[in-house]
């Protein structure tokens, strides 16, 4: 006992094994019946024995960490291998528990709106709310839930090339939440109609969003320039218009007075012409 006791972790006689799910690693010997654990970092090296052997060594085993559960207790103690495993490890069976769940709720959701059709007299904007949640839950199970279905299969046969890794499957998870979480608000609404006694909901009370009072603002140092009151800019209005048209008229005075001078100028240029021959008779 001894002898194995002092045997250094770093000698060739001694593997490495790597759990992922521990944040400290640790190191076992070859030893089938003692196992030396080195927690590194702490510069202390703890000799977990078998029970038999706890006295003599002066250890208590309850210091050490729990067994990890996947470690398979008929492996090869001479041959140790590196081992990266996750605590819950999302391949296509963990997907495929995911969906059953989700199927399950909808057809039971589906199952209780018939079973209310049948034993109520509903009106039909009630019903017509069933058909669509139904309809949607319905074609969203036959079409992309059997889809997701066959991927996950693919990912759990080693023989399917290329095989759908485990991020496949959760981007098309991701995807196909939306689509359930349409379908879960209409059955919401329907549950909510079924609570009501089938009576509509009333709406929620809209408060009025009232505003707050205008901030006065404070008056500006120095003279001040009162703005012109409405009377005012009216006067001014008119006065304007009144001037405009008077210059339109004046205007028009001097155009007819252009015309009638130039048609006097034209009758006076006017010359008869008489023949010879007739001023003698």
């Given at each position: ?141 036959s079409q992309k839930f059997q889809q997701f279905r066959e991927l996950c299969e693919e990912n759990l046969n080693p023989k399917v090339h290329p095989r759908p890794v485990a991020s496949d499957l959760a981007g098309f998870w991701d995807m196909l939440q939306l689509s359930i979480e349409n379908i879960s608000l209409k ?95």
């Open positions: 006992m001894p002898d194995l006791l002092d045997t250094p972790l770093d000698s060739p006689d001694t593997d490495m094994e790597v759990l992922s799910s521990r944040a400290i690693p640790r190191q076992y010997s070859r030893d089938a019946a003692t196992s030396t654990v080195s927690i590194q970092g702490s510069g202390n090296h703890y000799h977990a024995c078998a029970s038999d052997d706890y006295e003599d060594v002066g250890f208590d085993p309850s210091i050490l960490p729990p067994p990890d559960p996947w470690i398979d207790s008929s492996m090869s103690l001479f041959k140790w291998q590196v081992v990266q495993r996750s605590v819950c490890q999302r391949d296509g069976r963990w997907f495929l528990k995911l969906l059953q769940a989700e199927t399950d709720r909808m057809e039971g959701w589906c199952r209780q709106m018939e079973l209310d059709q049948r034993e109520n007299d509903l009106p039909e904007d009630i019903l017509e709310k069933m058909r669509s949640a139904m309809g949607s839950a319905q074609l969203l199970m059955f919401d609404e329907l549950h909510q109609l079924r609570a009501n006694n089938w009576r509509p909901l009333d709406p929620p009370d809209r408060k009025e969003r009232r505003l707050p009072p205008p901030v006065p603002k404070k008056p500006p140092k120095g003279p001040q320039h009162h703005p012109p009151l409405a009377r005012d800019r009216s006067l001014e209005s008119s006065e304007k218009q009144r001037q405009e048209a008077r210059k339109r008229l004046m205007a028009a005075k001097r155009a007819a007075s252009v015309r009638q001078n130039s048609a006097t100028e034209s009758a006076d240029s006017i010359e008869i012409y008489i023949p010879e021959a007739q001023t003698r008779l």
